[in-house]
Nanobody, 129 residues
């Protein structure tokens, strides 16, 4: 079992920045670098959507078109932590942000929530216009 804990959410004005962190613990499937990591978000009244993902090594990243060029995902395997740097925030970025982990060599896609094995409880990000 992997436990994921997000932090760093809050209230920010449009155009501002936030950095989310997700600390992982447990890893019964070996170490943290046996997991690819992703960020998803769920805006009010909408379904959960993909935001960004990063491979186990950090060498490959994936982004939703809506955040490309504004958000950056990174990871520090020594600290068992993945980050989401969010710049130029917009009101439509308001959502609960979730961190997720998927085991190495899992089938499926980085882009779909159903293909992740573990989830955090989420952190609220509110962007005021």
């Amino acid at each position: 079992q992997v436990q994921l804990a997000e932090s760093g959410g809050g209230l920010v004005q449009a155009g501002g920045s936030l950095r989310l962190s997700c600390a992982a613990s447990g890893h019964t499937y070996g170490s943290f670098n046996n997991y690819a990591m992703g960020w998803f978000r769920q805006p009010p009244g909408k379904e959960r959507e993909f935001v960004a993902a990063i491979s186990w090594s950090g060498g490959t990243t994936y982004y939703a078109d809506s955040v490309k060029g504004r958000f950056t995902i990174s990871r520090d395997n020594a600290k068992n932590t993945v980050y989401l740097q969010m710049n130029s925030l917009k009101s439509e970025d308001t959502a609960v942000y979730y961190c997720a982990a998927r085991r190495l060599y899992s089938s499926g896609s980085y882009y779909y929530a159903r293909d992740y094995d573990y989830w955090g409880h989420g952190t609220q990000v509110t962007v005021s216009s």
